[in-house]
Structure formats: structure tokens, C-alpha cells
């Protein structure tokens, strides 16, 4: 059984010259190499977001709809940052 399926892509110019680069430079051995651990940062790039999603965001959305008093304002968080940089800066 075949482990590989062949596919016609379709690139920008800038794109395709980038690809024939990374193969020209000995940095790929081909073009699929390129395109293939391309989509392999890509997938993990979205591992990583789900991931985020899953184990940050969703926890403190729940907490915030638990508790509302824990939301800062816009003004608050500006105050924050202020604060936050103006300590920086001091020297």
C-alpha cells in the first residue's frame, strides 16, 4: 500500500523561487521536502494554538464567567501597562 499521495500545488512566484532556494542551497534534498516540513511547522503551529485554546483560554473564560469581578477595564489594564513601562524606564 502506497504511503505517499502525489499533488499539483500551485505557488507564487516569490513562493516557488523560495522553495527551489532552500532545495539549490543543499539546505532540502527536493522541493516536496521543503513544502513537507513547511506543513509540519505549520501543523504544529496549530497544535500549539489548540493547545493554548484548551489549557489557558478556556480555563480563565470559565474563571471570568464564574467570578465577573475578576474582568479588568480597558482603563485598567492601561493603567498596568503605564506603570508596568514607567518602572522600565526608569533608570
Known amino acids: 500500500m502506497r504511503t505517499t499521495q502525489q499533488l499539483s500545488v500551485t505557488l507564487p512566484t516569490e513562493m516557488a523561487q523560495a522553495v527551489k532556494e532552500k532545495v ?26 489548540d493547545n493554548w485554546l484548551l489549557q489557558q483560554v478556556g480555563p480563565a473564560y470559565d474563571a471570568l464567567r464564574a ?21 522600565k524606564t526608569k533608570a
Not at 539549490?24 to 494554538?49: C, P
Not at 467570578?67 to 518602572?87: C, E, F, N, V, Y
Request: proline share 2%.
Open 24 to 49: 539549490r542551497s543543499g539546505e532540502y534534498a527536493s522541493e516536496s521536502e521543503v513544502i513537507r516540513d513547511g506543513l509540519r511547522a505549520l501543523l504544529a503551529r496549530d497544535r500549539a494554538v
Open 67 to 87: 467570578d465577573p469581578s475578576r474582568a479588568l477595564t480597558a482603563d485598567g489594564i492601561r493603567a498596568r501597562l503605564a506603570a508596568k513601562h514607567a518602572g
